[in-house]
């Protein structure tokens, strides 16, 4: 997706995101990119980018990645806004009827009436042909 006569890109990110760019086989942290790192734009280069935590509002975070020209003219740039979505399986993990986001008994799991963890019920069986 680099404009034509681009040789070389750099990243900035907003705070929440975590960026990785890996340029022949070898992954570097992308948090290099605030201090200016120009990586090669070469074929097979990979930028990842991830949030760590959930958003508070809608496109609160950015990752912009600058395009240069042989020489260090920049030639365009390219946004894309995001939003974090935070997902929990809470589950009622002492069997009290209660569900509880942090309860211990989460990480682990005991058979009988007096056990504790998550029940999970799963239908194998082929609903339609």
Known sequence: AAPA??????VKHTEGVSVEVACH???E???AASSGTRW???KGTVLRFSMSRASTEVNDNKVTVSFYAEGGQ???QAGVFL???GISLDVDADRDG????NNPNKASWTWGPEGHGAIL???CDKESP
């Open 5 to 10: 006569g681009a040789v070389a890109f750099s």
């Open 25 to 27: 086989g070898r992954e």
């Open 29 to 31: 942290d992308g948090s």
């Open 40 to 42: 090669p734009l070469d």
């Open 74 to 76: 920049p030639i365009n």
């Open 83 to 85: 939003t974090g979505i």
């Open 98 to 101: 209660v569900v509880e986001k």
């Open 121 to 123: 019920l799963v239908s």
